[in-house]
């Protein structure tokens, strides 16, 4: 069978320009900025401080209202993105979207006057908050996109209420949405009350299989990295093949977030499959553990163009910024990377889970911004594990020494090209003299 790399890479751009992929891409990153800075609260409750030690819960009311609340930001986010993208009103479809999503994840309980004087509770309606964090995110995710689809829907069959030009765009695009807000409203209440479906629980087991890759096991270790590294190597993000699976590690991270603010150590913690795990351990400079390959390019190279290389894109791999050497070396479509890209960061996964299961490495506790280079961001997300900063530094070596040999002949073979060119400009300018 004949390889066609160019057919692969489209089926592979067809699906990461997909603009429900991007949108849930693009809208998960809300969480970055409000998570980033609950984390700072984790990372305190960590410090051996009595006082600190005494009022734990405290400390978990930032993470409650950040992570714990990710669906609901999520939702809100993910249905603005997709209403940009077909250039419908995004407060209102995502204020319709975060409606119907409440509607089907969320179910009011009231808590009696009995129960009140029994538990201490104020009597009267309560929302569980579990399905408003990681557990409610497929649901947040549906929600956005078939609620801003319906719109889209409505508004090209010009099935709409249409006001005056006089009216206020903000008033006209209230009342354009009224009518599929209608039946959204009208649907998402069938379901949960008509048909007595919890279409959030249906939805978690429908994509049980998933939360294979999800789990604290080498596999979930493995497989991201894999897909990942194949994505970026056609020249698409690989951060797209993650998006099914980061719900559970979130969840895991909330988990461990909630666990400290209980008295747990990051030792002690149940879950290490997070996001962190692989940002800080396995992609070290970006994606591939290309921090590497940067080290070797900037430090082994004979070819000048491997010179040239290395000096303009170490310092932002040391930042976690491997788009310059992705598509400037490149890597993309490179078939002298191609093995150690995917073999690199395979083998650090394999290397930090079997530190961390063998108790020799903390888990991670704290979500901590993502251009810190990967030995301090590794400290910091383990809850200051100076181990963690030795495991980065080993997995940066442990790379360099699978990325060497095609590195080696990639340099080679630039230093011929090189020879090659310099000597056909030299004959051209003596056949000119």
């Given amino acids: 069978m004949k390889f066609n790399s160019e057919k692969i890479a489209n089926g592979m751009a067809k699906v990461a320009g997909n603009r429900y992929m991007q949108a849930i891409a693009n809208g998960m990153t809300v969480i970055i900025p409000v998570s980033i800075a609950s984390s700072i609260f984790t990372l305190i409750a960590q410090l051996p401080i009595p006082f600190i030690k005494q009022n734990l819960a405290a400390f978990q009311i930032p993470v409650t209202f950040s992570i714990g609340l990710m669906g609901l930001y999520s939702c809100y986010s993910i249905a603005a993105h997709l209403a940009k993208s077909y250039k419908l009103d995004r407060n209102s479809s995502s204020t319709i979207a975060v409606m119907v999503y409440l509607m089907l994840a969320i179910t009011p309980e009231t808590i009696t006057p009995q129960a009140a004087k029994t538990t201490g509770l104020a009597a009267g309606t309560v929302f569980p908050t579990t399905n408003f964090g990681s557990y409610g995110l497929f649901t947040a995710m549906l929600s956005a996109c078939v609620c801003v689809w319906v719109i889209h829907f409505f508004k090209e069959k010009n099935l709409v209420i249409k006001m005056p030009d006089a009216m206020p765009p903000a008033v006209s695009s209230a009342f354009t949405s009224l009518i599929p807000a209608a039946v959204l409203i009208i649907i998402a209440w069938f379901i949960k009350v008509g048909l007595h479906f919890d279409l959030n629980q249906g939805l978690l087991n429908l994509l049980q299989p998933l939360s294979q890759f999800g789990k604290d096991n080498l596999i979930s270790v493995l497989v991201p990295i894999f897909f990942n590294s194949l994505?970026?190597?056609?020249?698409?993000?690989?951060?797209?093949?993650?998006?099914?699976?980061?719900?559970?590690?979130?969840?895991?991270?909330?988990?461990?977030?909630?666990?400290?603010?209980?008295?747990?150590?990051?030792?002690?913690?149940?879950?290490?499959?997070?996001?962190?795990?692989?940002?800080?351990?396995?992609?070290?400079?970006?994606?591939?553990?290309?921090?590497?390959?940067?080290?070797?390019?900037?430090?082994?190279?004979?070819?000048?163009?491997?010179?040239?290389?290395?000096?303009?894109?170490?310092?932002?791999?040391?930042?976690?910024?491997?788009?310059?050497?992705?598509?400037?070396?490149?890597?993309?479509?490179?078939?002298?990377?191609?093995?150690?890209?995917?073999?690199?960061?395979?083998?650090?996964?394999?290397?930090?889970?079997?530190?961390?299961?063998?108790?020799?490495?903390?888990?991670?506790?704290?979500?901590?911004?993502?251009?810190?280079?990967?030995?301090?961001?590794?400290?910091f997300a383990t809850g200051y594990d100076w181990r963690a900063i030795v495991v980065a530094i080993v997995n940066v070596l442990v790379s360099m020494v699978i990325y060497f040999p095609f590195f080696k002949m990639w340099d080679r073979h630039q230093v011929k090209v090189e020879a090659e060119t310099a000597a056909a400009e030299k004959a051209e300018a003596a056949a000119k003299a």
Wanted: charged letters at 5%; hydrophobic letters at 55%.
């Fill in 231 to 379: 994505f970026w190597m056609f020249g698409i993000h690989g951060a797209i093949t993650s998006t099914p699976v980061v719900p559970y590690w979130y969840a895991h991270l909330n988990a461990n977030m909630a666990a400290i603010t209980h008295g747990a150590t990051a030792a002690t913690v149940p879950h290490f499959m997070t996001e962190q795990f692989l940002q800080f351990f396995v992609y070290i400079g970006g994606s591939g553990s290309i921090l590497a390959l940067c080290i070797l390019l900037a430090f082994l190279s004979k070819s000048d163009t491997g010179k040239a290389m290395g000096a303009v894109v170490l310092v932002p791999s040391i930042f976690n910024i491997n788009e310059p050497i992705i598509f400037g070396l490149p890597i993309v479509l490179n078939p002298y990377f191609a093995a150690p890209f995917i073999l690199a960061p395979m083998a650090d996964g394999v290397i930090t889970w079997a530190a961390t299961v063998t108790g020799l490495l903390n888990k991670t506790t704290a979500i901590v911004p993502w251009v810190l280079p990967g030995p301090i961001g590794a400290f």
